[in-house]
């Protein structure tokens, strides 16, 4: 029902930035929001920020808070998420979802995935 591409992913310098994209196709989609995840081998995948499609309101990882922005063009059918200050611990494959409800942070809860991307922070 809801198909999600991710790009924008490489590797960045600590301290760098880097702008993810994540295109979104399906009927209907605006009755799904959407969320950014990460996972590094050997941990659990871990949510990073998400947001509420038809209004926009956002939730963050305290992890990210600060650093990290969460937005989205509903003409696009696309989410973004803006990384600053990067640091090598942010280093991880990166994956956008679509659920419910924005602000849900456990990976179950989200029905549609991306293939991700990865993203790799140099010290």
């Known amino acids: 029902q809801v198909q999600l591409v991710e790009s924008g992913g490489g590797l960045v310098q600590a301290g760098g930035s880097l702008r993810l994209s994540c295109v979104a196709s399906g009927r209907p989609f605006s009755s799904y929001d959407m969320a950014w995840f990460r996972q590094t081998p050997g941990k659990e995948r871990e949510f990073v920020a998400g947001?509420?499609?038809?209004?926009?309101?956002?939730n963050y990882a305290d992890s990210v808070k600060g650093r990290f922005t969460i937005s989205r063009d509903n003409a696009k059918n696309t989410v973004y998420l803006q990384m600053n200050s990067l640091k090598p611990e942010d280093t991880a494959v990166y994956s956008c979802a679509a659920g419910p409800n924005f602000r849900r942070s456990n990976p179950a809860d989200f029905g549609f995935w991306g293939q991700g991307t990865q993203v790799t922070v140099s010290s």
């Open positions: 947001i509420m499609w038809t209004g926009g309101s956002t």
